[in-house]
């Protein structure tokens, strides 16, 4: 999985890239309602996005199944994304000009896999 910001959004995507060993990002436990609330916000029910459960390294190096979302080939087509948008994790910038994020999770910018 690779993480990317196009040009111009506020927020990145998350596109497949098996060359890619990922990135860091937060793992939230959620209830079933408030997963069903994320889908609603993620457009599931309309083919913007769609749910792909993942097996993510945790820090002390165990594993644990989290979710995820990917946009839809719909998304992808629509919005040209592809791994040449950005090959650097731009988002990785966004966070950095975020003291209270850095404050919060001070590894969330080191260099390992999610």
Do not use: C, H
């Not at 111009?8 to 408030?34: M, Q, T």
């Not at 199944?65 to 910038?93: C, G, M, V």
């Amino acid at each position: 999985m690779r993480r990317i910001l196009p040009i111009n959004y506020a927020y990145p995507f998350v596109i497949k890239d098996p060359n890619f060993p990922g990135f860091r990002a937060l793992i939230y436990d959620i209830s079933k309602k408030e997963l069903e609330n994320f889908d609603y916000y993620e457009g599931i029910d309309v083919g913007l996005y769609i749910r792909e459960k993942i097996l993510a390294s945790l820090p002390n190096g165990n594993k644990k199944i989290a979710f995820i979302y990917l946009p839809s080939e719909k998304t992808i087509n629509q919005l040209k994304l592809n791994i040449k948008i950005d090959e650097n994790d731009n988002w990785r910038d966004v966070i950095k000009n975020n003291p209270e994020i850095i404050r919060k999770f001070p590894d969330i910018l080191k260099n390992q896999s999610f």
